[in-house]
């Protein structure tokens, strides 16, 4: 069975195929590359043993994603690819509501001409906004708060209609809290491109010495200790509730939003203590002013996806912290292994 992973050679893509493959299925990646390395595909088939097939291709291109579904049959479609960066949606909404919507409708166009109508959907815990209560499930009203978001909840709302239009459709639209952590071979992890936007990377390469302090957006939010709340979650935990998800849309139909997370928030300032007590490590940091967009507090209410997928986080905070570090180590710049010889001559 084939199944198409746009953006399958990012952070979170890169490690759902190593659990396809593993799985038995096969793999067909598009991605354009724009925020991901073809290195890390070469690193899934070293770690699974198996191949798989890569197309360089934007969703914005639709004859050559038509192209690729002209030369494989593909079953189902895993959907990862976009823009991810709140921060710098707030500043560029244009590029990010073109990029991720007709980039998805394009999809879903040439889904509905070859007759493929399974979908899993990378949504985002963005979708929520702000709420009064945690954690958040899956019934709350949505409300995103910035571009970024209000793209993941735009598309959310396309797929309902799009069942709606044709209910031979099957689609999960996964909301995922904070993905870190990266893969126990140490082979594949989280590499962006330049500063990073996330905290994890951003912890890292502090700690490997790339970076010289992390900077901390906001120190006042109403949390235990200023600092902003997240459910984050280990991305292997998160690439096998993409297989979970995958094995429900093949035997059902209809639209069903599910949370990925662990069901536990903890503050900037926790994971900081927590990395350099399990890593040894000193990461210098200050605090600097909030993000556009950010919220205090975010975590999952994750039993929908434990009840209805049988689904749940398994690892937790010292595995993502020595996991994160393992990949950082082994390869302090990212899948750059050109830029890495230089460094050692």
């Known amino acids: 069975?084939?199944?198409?992973?746009?953006?399958?050679?990012?952070?979170?893509?890169?490690?759902?195929?190593?659990?396809?493959?593993?799985?038995?299925?096969?793999?067909v990646v598009v991605d354009n590359l724009m925020n991901?390395?073809?290195?890390?595909?070469?690193?899934?088939?070293?770690?699974?043993?198996?191949d798989l097939l890569f197309y360089n291709v934007d969703l914005l291109d639709k004859k050559a994603l038509s192209k690729v579904f002209l030369e494989h049959d593909i079953s189902a479609v895993i959907h990862f690819a976009g823009l991810k960066a709140v921060g710098e949606s707030v500043s560029l909404p244009l590029k990010y509501y073109h990029n991720n919507i007709t980039g998805t409708l394009n999809l879903c166009e040439v889904m509905e001409e070859f007759g493929v109508d399974r979908m899993v959907f990378s949504s985002s815990a963005t979708v929520y906004g702000h709420q009064d209560c945690v954690p958040f499930h899956e019934e709350l009203s949505?409300?995103?708060?910035?571009?970024?978001?209000?793209?993941?909840?735009?598309?959310?709302?396309?797929?309902?209609?799009v069942y709606v239009s044709n209910?031979?459709?099957?689609?999960?639209?996964?909301?995922?809290?904070?993905?870190?952590?990266?893969?126990?071979?140490?082979?594949?992890?989280?590499?962006?491109?330049?500063?990073?936007?996330?905290?994890?990377?951003?912890?890292?390469?502090?700690?490997v010495g790339k970076l010289e302090k992390l900077s901390v957006f906001g120190g006042d939010y109403s949390t235990h200790d200023g600092t902003g709340v997240r459910d984050y979650i280990h991305v292997v935990d998160l690439a096998n509730g993409h297989l979970k998800a995958l094995e429900h849309v093949l035997n059902k139909t209809g639209v069903n939003a599910y949370n990925l997370?662990?069901?536990?928030?903890?503050?900037?300032?926790?994971?900081?203590n927590s990395f350099e007590k399990t890593t040894g490590k000193t990461i210098p940091y200050q605090i600097t002013e909030r993000r556009p967009g950010d919220i205090a507090i975010?975590?999952?209410?994750?039993?929908?996806a434990k009840k209805e997928l049988g689904w749940e986080a398994l690892k937790g905070i010292d595995e993502i912290c020595r996991d994160s570090w393992r990949w950082q180590s082994q390869n302090p710049n990212g899948y750059d292994t050109k830029l890495e010889r230089q460094v050692t001559k």
């Open 298 to 304: 975010s975590y999952a209410d994750p039993s929908k």
């Open 36 to 50: 991901s390395k073809q290195e890390a595909l070469d690193r899934v088939k070293q770690i699974t043993g198996k």
């Open 142 to 161: 949505l409300q995103a708060t910035n571009p970024y978001g209000r793209t993941k909840l735009m598309i959310e709302e396309i797929l309902q209609d």
């Open 1 to 27: 069975m084939k199944i198409l992973v746009t953006g399958g050679a990012g952070y979170i893509g890169s490690h759902t195929c190593v659990e396809l493959l593993n799985a038995g299925y096969e793999v």
């Open 167 to 207: 209910n031979n459709w099957s689609i999960a639209l996964l909301r995922y809290f904070n993905p870190v952590g990266a893969h126990l071979s140490g082979l594949i992890g989280e590499d962006p491109n330049g500063i990073p936007n996330n905290l994890f990377p951003y912890i890292t390469q502090v700690a």
């Open 261 to 272: 997370g662990t069901g536990k928030g903890y503050s900037v300032l926790d994971m900081i």
